[in-house]
């Protein structure tokens, strides 16, 4: 099975092929042969994941590799292929699940779309770059497919690109994830001129890491860094860009412009995780130096944006934009957590979070998909209308407030432990208090915003007149419940060893054990426990006082904005983010684009070309008379003497046998003539 | 005698070729022609080789004028004087075979020929004539030819019939 | 006794008037006829040197046999082809019969 792991992404991809070249206009068989492509990755995927599984002893420490020659670089062949190590098969395990669940439900909620063939023709393209990223052994693969997801995110934010807000979305997306993209290729580029190597077993084995950590680098007043240190902040710059952290975390509140299943897909399970697969993956670069600042940075990046985002969550009335601002709080969970060395607990909160995450953009699609609209503060009642959403729903949101026992409970209790035990290691002035501190903060904001939003959207009375929800169709609500079912289980694969009961019934956290052995288990800590626990509920708790105790009238306002004041309206505003970058970076963007144009259209480069033009247009008239009188007189002046010649020879060619015999024998004549004569 | 019998047939036989080339009306100059064709046959007489003489007057005379005639009379306006008989180079070509006669005149007058035959042919030389035709030095030539006539047999009546 | 120089000029002089006929004819007929008039003159230039050079071998009686097989087949295939072109063009002048000419 291993063997065909190469053939994962090459599914999808055919299935993009089919559809934009043959079956674009039969919707039904598009749909199928997206999904039928997407259920034989998954078959092959969890394959896969059950061989990596049952063989962990007998693959060692050793990732299977399949590669074979691509690129010659001077010397070498720079190999392609794929390599499934513990990491790669545990998002094995989820990705193709994940997109099979929300292709199903895209039958759904596209339903009657006059792009529909299209839609899966991108997301099968998606889901070639998600899961080839996934398998891929070398950095530049895994960039090319990181690339791939970037132009399907682009497309499917911009699907519905009659709407400009979606366009413009669409953008922005692409712009600010090029940001960091460009960090990533030049750390890629550097790696590559430092070690001559981009497979991952190569570059990650011990000597050239060793090699890396003890080089330093000159960066002139910003003093020295060894190289390890300076590619591993590179690199992270990409994950910044595609996992939405701050300061690159704008894209992905817009990027809701797209389709739901689009969100759920790329903005919430997927595509936004890749960042932290890359830090993950490239985990062994990031530790290199025990002392550099690249932990620190991630941490610090981590922990802030899983507190920022959070508040911002608060004050947002759009139900996708709250989980926007969640997903990207969330994976600052996971960023802080490889931050502070938690590898395990980052890649098991990865995979609980893709399956609750794209549970509740899911079922937030099916909420609009129902009610038709988008705004929490016109929905309300809406438990009796959708009871399967709102189950589905509700074991999203307890497992996204670390409810127990649900999956995110267990996976965010084992960043909030690790960060908790680094703390009492280190002492009370280092990175991993402030990540506990602000994890545990954000962990409170998080019960609270999910809180809210459920009780605006299913308690309560519809706040719209009119209004005439309805449950969603099979295709949409059945995924959910596979989905519901997976985030409120999941979390079992990962219960702490010492936990009692359940820790030695579950098999002594088999996740850890397959994951990350080489790294210590976080012994059990039941005070960080109790304060998560202690944090969701209460967070739900607050909730309810606010929102759920007096449900909201219509035209009611919300009670947050007397609560905080004029806090409200800065978190409203998203900190005044957008409004900051439209006033730096894009006027100084466009303030150069200016000058540039100027330069080029105005004073510069346009004359300098029309002059070259000018000139150009002269000396051509110049060579084009000479050559009309010179050259053409020669080759006109051959012609004719040809022509006059072949005229005069032709008059010998008649074309009549009799002249020719007549010549014939007239050479005969002269023959025998002059034989005579000698 | 023989020599004045030789000339006398050599001067008929040329002048009525003379008049095969150069006669407009196509169908007196057949007629010519078979005066030719005669006068060559009694030139073969005269080299001891009467059964020559024999089949050139049955073949020539006999199959392939006929021939000719017939195919003259299937050809309409032929023999109306009006039509030009011979193509713009006449002269010349009248010049240049003039010269290449005069050229073999003088070739084969020089040349050193025997003066008499350097033997006789035996009496039944016919006889031997056909044995040799089937014996295996001339078979192949033989079948060959007889190969030749039943393709041009064949090709005639392909190529003439009517369509 | 005729010496051999003279049947071999009189049989060149039948050649080269044939060769005038094939030359300077426009009729196709009137070709042909040419062209029998030098396989003639071929014919005695055979029989007298056979007559005169190997009267024991039956070479130079065979080969004009085959040079008359030959005329014979000549002739009936040219005129076959005579008429063929005159059904079709209407016509036996050889200037005339060029579909083939470019």
């Keep these: 099975m291993l063997n065909l792991t190469w053939l994962i992404p090459v599914f999808p991809f055919l299935a993009f092929v089919l559809i934009v070249l043959f079956t674009n206009p039969n919707k039904k068989l598009s749909s199928g042969i997206a999904i039928g492509s997407v259920a034989v990755s998954w078959v092959l995927s969890w394959g896969v994941f059950l061989q990596s599984i049952a063989g962990r002893i007998g693959m060692g420490e050793e990732a299977f590799r399949l590669h074979v020659p691509w690129l010659p670089t001077g010397t070498e062949w720079f190999p392609m292929g794929v390599n499934v190590d513990p990491l790669s098969a545990i998002m094995l395990f989820m990705v193709p699940f994940v997109c099979l669940m929300i292709f199903i439900y895209s039958v759904g909620y596209m339903h009657g779309d006059p792009r529909y063939s299209r839609f899966f023709a991108y997301i099968s393209l998606f889901a070639c770059g998600m899961l080839g990223l996934v398998v891929a052994d070398n950095l530049l693969m895994l960039f090319i497919f990181w690339e791939i997801m970037g132009l399907c995110s682009y497309l499917l934010i911009g699907f519905w690109f009659e709407k400009p807000s979606a366009m413009k979305a669409g953008l922005k997306a692409f712009l600010t994830t090029r940001v960091g993209d460009a960090f990533m290729l030049a750390g890629m580029l550097l790696l590559y001129s430092q070690t001559g190597e981009l497979t991952f077993a190569h570059i990650f084995a011990p000597e050239t890491l060793e090699k890396l950590a003890h080089s330093q680098v000159n960066l002139g007043f910003l003093g020295s860094l060894p190289w390890a240190s300076l590619l591993a902040m590179l690199i992270f710059g990409g994950a910044v860009g595609k996992s939405a952290q701050f300061p690159l975390h704008v894209w992905l509140p817009d990027a809701m412009e797209g389709p739901t299943p689009v969100s759920a897909l790329i903005h919430a399970a997927t595509m936004v995780s890749a960042g932290v697969y890359l830090v993950a993956r490239c985990f062994p670069l990031f530790t290199a130096v025990e002392a550099g600042p690249q932990l620190g940075l991630v941490a610090f990046i981590g922990a802030f944006t899983a507190l920022f985002a959070s508040t911002i969550a608060l004050a947002q009335d759009d139900i996708k934009r709250v989980l926007a601002y969640s997903t ?238 004029p806090v409200h309206t800065v978190l409203r505003r998203k900190y005044y983010f957008d409004e900051l970058y439209q006033a730096t970076f894009i006027r100084l963007a466009l303030w150069l684009s200016e000058i540039c144009f100027a330069f080029d259209n105005k004073w510069v480069v346009d004359p300098l070309v029309n002059l070259a033009g000018r000139a150009g247009v002269a000396l051509s008239d110049l060579g084009g008379w000479i050559d009309r009188t010179f050259v053409d007189g020669a080759v006109n002046g051959v012609a004719a003497v040809i022509g006059w010649m072949g005229g005069a020879l032709r008059q010998t060619q008649t074309g009549r046998v009799q002249n020719y015999l007549l010549v014939a024998v007239l050479a005969v004549f002269v023959l025998l003539l002059i034989s005579v004569v000698i | 005698m023989a020599q004045a019998i030789f000339i006398i047939l050599s001067l008929i036989t040329l002048g009525c070729a003379l008049v095969v080339v150069t006669n407009r009306n196509l169908f007196h100059s057949a007629l010519y022609l078979a005066f030719v064709f005669v006068g060559v046959a009694g030139l073969y007489f005269m080299l001891q080789a009467e059964f020559f003489a024999g089949i050139q007057v049955l073949i020539y005379v006999g199959a392939i004028l006929t021939l000719i005639i017939f195919a003259i009379m299937l050809s309409r306006d032929l023999m109306n004087p009006n039509v030009r008989g011979f193509n713009r180079q006449w002269w010349a070509a009248a010049i240049v075979a003039g010269l290449l006669f005069v050229v073999l005149a003088v070739v084969l007058w020089r040349a050193p020929w025997p003066a008499a035959p350097v033997g006789e042919p035996s009496a039944d030389f016919i006889a031997e004539l056909g044995q040799a035709l089937v014996s295996p030095a001339y078979v192949l030539p033989f079948e060959v030819v007889s190969i030749l006539l039943l393709a041009a047999l064949v090709g005639s009546i392909l190529i003439a019939r009517e369509r | 006794m005729v010496p051999l120089s003279w049947y071999l000029i009189v049989a060149a002089a039948l050649f080269c008037i044939g060769l005038y006929g094939i030359l300077a004819r426009r009729n196709a007929i009137g070709i042909l006829m040419a062209v029998e008039l030098m396989l003639n003159a071929v014919n005695i230039n055979l029989l007298a040197f056979w007559r005169y050079l190997t009267p024991a071998h039956m070479s130079g009686q065979v080969f004009a046999l085959v040079v008359l097989a030959v005329a014979a087949a000549e002739a009936a295939v040219g005129l076959a082809l005579i008429v063929a072109i005159y059904r079709t063009r209407d016509t036996v002048n050889v200037e005339e019969v060029d579909l083939m000419k470019l």
């Design chain 1, 328 to 565: 990207i709080s969330q994976l600052g969970y996971m960023i802080a957590a490889l931050g502070i060395g938690a590898y395990v607990a980052a890649v098991f909160h990865l995979i609980t979070h893709a399956f609750f995450k794209a549970l509740l953009f899911l079922g937030s699609g099916s909420v609009i998909h129902g009610s038709g609209t988008q705004d929490m503060m016109e929905m309300g009642g809406l438990r009796k209308h959708m009871p399967i959403t709102f189950a589905t729903f509700m074991v999203g949101t307890f497992a996204l407030a670390g409810v127990p026992p649900f999956a995110g409970f267990w996976s965010k209790d084992e960043i909030l432990a690790d960060a908790f035990h680094k703390f009492t290691e280190h002492g009370i002035a280092s990175w991993p208090f402030f990540v506990w501190l602000f994890l545990t903060l954000a962990a409170f904001l998080t019960a609270f915003y999910m809180g809210r939003q459920i009780f605006l959207t299913f308690y309560g009375e519809s706040r719209r007149p009119h209004a005439h929800a309805h449950e969603s169709p099979k295709s949409m609500t059945y995924p959910l419940i596979v989905l519901a079912v997976f985030a409120a289980l999941l979390g079992f694969a990962g219960v702490p060893e010492e936990f009692p009961v359940l820790g030695h019934l579950l098999g002594g956290n088999p996740f850890h054990h397959f994951v990350g052995h080489e790294f210590p288990a976080t012994p059990l800590n039941g005070l960080v426990m109790l304060i998560s626990v202690v944090m969701a509920l209460g967070g739900l708790f607050v909730a309810w006082l606010v929102y759920g105790r007096s449900p909201l009238k219509e035209g009611q306002p919300d009670p947050l904005i007397q609560a905080l004041g």
